[in-house]
């Protein structure tokens, strides 16, 4: 493609309102632009260190217009304000060639052809709105995108091997974000583990995550501009799908590199090996081989078979490296510290098959860590056997062939059976678990409940895509003061509520129980964290509220401990005192909880993110880890009295970076039916209706917004339990239970699989049906 049809193809697509992310090679440099989802205008990205001349045009007072020419050919930009043009200027003036291994200028640059529309903001109220606020009230934005602006950027591609950031290898066909760090590239571990690898806050902390981090079961990435994994479906013009794979606003765009790796794949084995790469399988005959070519930018696993307990061969091609290994990490063992403590969490196995990994080195100079790695046993020695076993690591240069062998020499003949796939239920994917599973007790269960004799009063469920089972985006908190998002991408069966959530009430109400169980297919559900508001305890549980605001400007979180009552802060984790009270001066504009409205509560794990790896998204020195995964169970015995002036009690679910940010803010929720990161309403008195309680769930650009006002009575004079079940094991349902208050016993610590089953499977049965 030479100059002119790059100019002409640009201004014909920026007149579309659908884009995909290409990369264009022309004679003089590369091109990366794609269309904003939130925003709705195209941003472009451009290597310009060859960039001839610069010409500035007048407009209006706060508009600038220049040109930039390349070669014979001129295009228009415009910026908004001055000093972004003449920052952005410097920055190409300082730069008359490209010194060897150092970053690309980074630009976003809006086209001349698009409206001048605000970028996506965050919201006024973030996860809750206050009764009374219209939900068309608008939102304040969060700190402007300029549309032309230079960011000098660490670029992580670059080969240079102080600065490449390890991509932390998973079991999904989409690019793992990549850290880029002024001082140190953060490592992200190469892990076996189902739930989102979060983004690692620092050079001295490794991003563990759960069972297959590289990218996650349930597809959380942070859209990076790298190129995506082979086999992503084609758009119209055969260019490779980049849906989940597209820069953030603020994300330095990378240059397209053209060099792949080769990896062959042979099977030494006594049967035929069913490789699969998250995407589809192909069968390698005994004897036989297939190969494959893993672009710059990719990152994902390669397995036999289809289920998840199977010895995975990782790969990340980043920055002129070939980053691989094995796991052998247990499914389903959260933020496990060694094999055998992921193995008693998970109870399943992380291997079928031996494997082994070997560059072809030949005649070569290469670094110390380009060797071979082998697993021919469960807890092998060459393989990771837990999220943060980064000794297990190795790279090569890009341009070294790779083999990977099942059965290298005939090794697992004997000892190893056949895996042979299974056509996986469309939606699905394999379940994340709990992320605060090791926090749970390690005493065997005392009790079970048996799987009959509850009665249910009222039941609401959402399904399927009503569930979040449909792929979709939400702005990541990076930066409180500046209010900076990146873009994430999730696919799972129940939606964003598949990561860490937090549970949050607010009075008038009387909280008698808390119990949350982390759930396993076909297994027992195990309870990780109680409250009990009678005996004056609370295990693997803190309270906290949003009262703990700093109003100096500092980057930090409202979220604080509550105290016993709610109305205040404390200075370390209190036991809750079970009653939250109605708003004491609902005049009061902006009084916030407590005043204005109920007081209110909210409860997360007492793990702080500064343990096991961090959370995903904005936290500070309070910021504790939630409930995590598909499959987890809320159990809460309540009542709501009939408050004397606001009277709105209410229990809701948010994804907790909501609350690790500021809920009532900055934060990845939004406000009304645009749902982001996600939030589920379990019991709500909205409106007039004082006597009922309703549901909703709100979750990604709000194109689905499920849920019905009044489905309950409101409990005002007795205790009722509610029961909330999330479950990604199938298409994916989300079911609200309401049963008696004296229905449930809190001092079991599991729950039958029986039990689960009988709830998920009851027909619906509430008001409206």
Same mark, same amino acid.
């Given at each position: ?28 440099? %590369? ?14 990205? =451009?290597?310009?260190?060859? $960039?001839?001349?610069? !010409? ?23 910026? !908004? ?103 140190? =590239? ?7 583990? +189902? ?23 349930? /597809? ?61 399988? +192909?069968?390698?005959? *005994? ?5 494959? &070519? ?19 061969? /990782? ?45 072809? =080195?030949?005649?070569?100079? #290469? ?18 056997? %837990?999220?943060? !076993?980064?000794?297990?690591?190795? &790279? ?16 697992? &003949? ?75 991408? #999730? ?54 509220? &949003? ?13 604080? %401990? ?38 209110? *509560? ?33 159990? $809460? ?100 239970? +309401? ?28 008001? /409206?049906?």
């Amino acid at each position: 493609m030479d100059l002119p049809e790059l100019k002409g193809y640009l201004r014909k697509k920026s007149r579309h309102d659908r884009w995909q992310r290409r990369y264009f090679e022309a004679t003089t440099h %590369y091109l990366t632009y794609y269309k904003s989802r939130e925003s709705e205008k195209l941003l472009a990205c =451009i290597d310009l260190w060859r $960039t001839q001349t610069i !010409d500035f045009h007048a407009t209006d007072s706060d508009k600038l217009e220049f040109s930039i020419a390349i070669g014979d050919q001129s295009y228009l930009l415009k910026a !908004d304000s001055q000093d972004e043009a003449t920052r952005w200027v410097k920055g190409l003036q300082a730069r008359q060639h490209r010194p060897e291994g150092t970053p690309s200028e980074v630009f976003s640059l809006r086209s001349e052809h698009m409206d001048a529309e605000s970028d996506a903001s965050s919201s006024e109220y973030g996860g809750r709105r206050p009764r009374g606020a219209s939900s068309d009230n608008g939102s304040v934005s969060g700190s402007r995108r300029s549309s032309l602006s230079y960011a000098d950027v660490q670029n992580p591609v670059v080969p240079n091997a102080d600065a490449i950031a390890r991509s932390s290898l998973s079991h999904a066909d989409a690019p793992n974000p990549v850290v880029p760090n002024a001082n140190a =590239i953060a490592r992200a571990s190469f892990s076996h583990a +189902e739930t989102p690898n979060p983004v690692v806050p620092n050079a001295n902390t490794i991003a563990a995550g759960v069972k297959y981090p590289m990218v996650s079961t349930n /597809q959380q990435v942070t859209r990076s501009t790298m190129a995506t994994a082979a086999g992503k479906p084609q758009d119209d013009e055969g260019t490779p799908n980049a849906q989940c794979c597209a820069p953030a606003l603020a994300v330095a765009a990378q240059i397209a590199v053209t060099m792949a790796t080769s990896v062959s794949f042979v099977n030494d084995c006594a049967y035929d090996i069913h490789l699969y790469d998250n995407n589809a399988a +192909e069968t390698i005959s *005994v004897g036989s081989s297939t190969s494959r &070519n893993l672009a710059d930018g990719f990152s994902g696993m390669f397995r036999n078979g289809m289920d998840s307990e199977a010895t995975l061969a /990782q790969f990340a091609i980043n920055g002129g490296k070939s980053w691989y290994s094995i796991s052998a990490v247990p499914p389903g063992a959260g933020n496990c510290i060694s094999y055998e403590d992921c193995a008693k969490t998970s109870g399943k196995t992380g291997y079928n098959v031996a494997m082994s990994i070997t560059p072809d =080195i030949g005649g070569a100079s #290469v670094n110390p860590e380009c060797a071979a790695v082998t697993c021919a046993s469960t807890d092998c020695d060459g393989a990771y056997l %837990y999220p943060t !076993d980064d000794s297990k690591l190795r &790279n090569c240069p890009d341009n070294i062939a790779i083999e990977v062998a099942f059965c290298p020499g005939g090794s697992s &003949n004997s000892t190893t059976t056949p895996t042979t796939p299974t056509t996986p239920m469309e939606g699905t994917v394999a379940p994340p678990v709990i992320s605060c599973a090791t926090a749970a007790p390690t005493v065997t269960p005392a009790a079970t409940i048996p799987s009959s004799g509850v009665n249910t009063r009222s039941s609401y469920e959402y399904r399927s895509a009503d569930a979040g089972s449909a792929t979709g985006y939400y702005g990541k908190i990076t930066d409180m003061l500046s209010c900076s998002t990146e873009e994430v991408c #999730v696919t799972d069966p129940v939606g964003p509520m598949s990561e860490e959530v937090t549970i949050v009430f607010r009075g008038p109400m009387d909280i008698y129980n808390i119990a949350v169980f982390a759930g396993s297919s076909g297994r027992d559900w195990t309870k990780v964290s109680a409250y009990d508001s009678a005996a004056g305890t609370q295990d693997n549980m803190i309270f906290m509220n &949003n009262r703990n605001i700093d109003y100096s400007g500092a980057n930090s979180s409202p979220q604080g %401990y509550s105290t016993s009552d709610g109305a205040g802060t404390a200075t370390e984790s209190t036991i809750f005192g079970g009653t939250l009270a109605d708003a004491s001066n609902p005049s009061a504009i902006g009084g916030g909880p407590c005043v204005s409205t109920g007081c209110e *509560v909210n409860i997360l794990t007492a793990t702080n993110c500064a343990e096991g790896g961090g959370c995903i998204g904005y936290y500070d020195d309070l910021g504790f880890h939630g409930w995590g995964g598909g499959m987890k169970m809320l159990v $809460t015995k309540v009542m709501m009295p009939t408050g004397s002036t606001v009277d709105m009690p209410a229990i809701w679910m948010l994804n907790a970076q909501v609350v690790r940010a500021n809920q009532y803010g900055c934060n990845c929720r939004g406000m009304g039916a645009k749902g982001g990161c996600g939030e589920l309403d379990v019991a709500e008195v909205i409106g007039n209706a004082h006597d009922k309680i309703s549901t909703h769930y709100y979750f990604y650009d709000g194109s689905v917004s499920p849920g019905h006002d009044n489905y309950a009575e409101r409990p005002t004079d007795s205790a009722v339990t509610y029961v909330t079940i999330f479950d990604n094991s199938g298409d994916g349902v989300i079911k609200i239970i +309401e049963i008696g208050g004296d229905d449930f016993d809190f001092t079991v610590d599991s729950i039958s699989a029986d039990t689960v089953s009988t709830w998920l499977s009851a027909p619906v049965k509430n008001l /409206q049906s």
